[in-house]
Structures are given as structure tokens and as C-alpha cells.
């Protein structure tokens, strides 16, 4: 009899450990749902912007999308740098995060860039980030519904490089649109994923 309370009791303090574990982690995946929905807002006022002047120059899209890359850097690469430790695959999110970075600072100081070489640097980053944002997405951390928002929002990406990439002598004008309708719903979906960890972090917050 001894022997089988011990046992239980070891079982209750290994699940209640594992538990902890999790709560630990979660809450740092879920302390910054801000991030995601401040992404999901600038990729949508990205795609708004383009829908409001569909004809633009080559100069005026670089800017654009060179600032949507750079704000949507900076905030994966706060978030994975903040998860250290925490989140599994922290790693991807700051590779992502440099990526974009990278990315945005091409486009910044490479004024003459063609129509043709754009899409291929944004078909590339495209497929790049949309493969790290899957592959974050299989963290233990992340909750079921949370890793359908966060990997359908890497499908988009990887969707919207290999139309890129496929066709690269399409013209401005295509680029213009497919980049509008991506930000439009690739921001929606990281809005979702964001308001998605708030409600876990007020949950995690309730059981403590």
C-alpha cells in the first residue's frame, strides 16, 4: 500500500511539474499577443494602402513594402528574443525577424531595384518567413486553434511567394494587387492569432 501511495503521489508532482512547464510557457507565447495584432494591423493598412493607389511607381512600393517587412522584423524579432528558454522554437521567430530585416534594408538602400529583382526578394522572403512562421508554430506552447492561425498564416506566405516566383515577368500592376490582398488577409489572420493569445494569457492568469 505504501509503495502504490508513492507512486500516485510521484505521478500527482510529475503532472503538476509538466503543468507548470506549460503554464510557463504558454504565458510567455501569450504575453505578447500585442505584437501579432500590431503586425496583423500594419499588414492590412499595407494592403489598404495599396488598394487606395493601385498604380504607384516601383520607388513608392519598395517603401511600402520595405516598411511592412521592417515592422513585422523588428516585432518577430522582439518576440523571439524575449521567449529564450521559454518557447521551443524561439529561434524561428528571430530568424524570421532578421529576415525581414535583412529584406527591408535591401530594399531601402537599393533605390534602382527593378520590378523584376522585387519579385524575386519578396517571392524569397515570402517562402522563407512563411516556412519559420509553421515551423513556430508546432511549439508545445502554442494551443490547438492558436497553431490554425499561425500556420495559415505562414500558407499565405508561402502561397503568395511561389505565385512570385512562378511569374516572375508579371507586371507592376499584378505585383500591386497580389501584395494588396495578401496584407489584407495574411494581417486579419494575425489579428486573430493575437486576440486568440490574449484570451489564453487571461485564462492562464484565472487558473493561477
Known sequence: MYIATSTAEFRQEEYTMDTN???TGAHYAASYWWAWIFRGVIAILFGIAIFVRPVMSTGVLILL????AFAGGVLALITGVSTIGENKYWWAMIAEGFIGLAVAFITFVW??????ALVL???IWAIVSGVLAILGAFSKEVETSNKALQILGGVLSIILGLILLSTPGIGLL?????????G????????AHGFQLNRLEHLIHSTQ
Not at 65 to 68: E, K, Q, T, V
Request: charged fraction near 5%; proline fraction near 3%; glycine fraction near 16%.
Open 21 to 23: 512547464i506549460f503554464r
Open 65 to 68: 513594402f520595405g516598411a511592412f
Open 111 to 116: 533605390p534602382g531595384i527593378t520590378a523584376l
Open 121 to 123: 526578394i519578396i517571392g
Open 174 to 182: 499584378t505585383i500591386v494587387w497580389v501584395l494588396g490582398i495578401y
Open 184 to 191: 489584407i488577409i495574411y494581417g486579419i489572420s494575425q489579428i
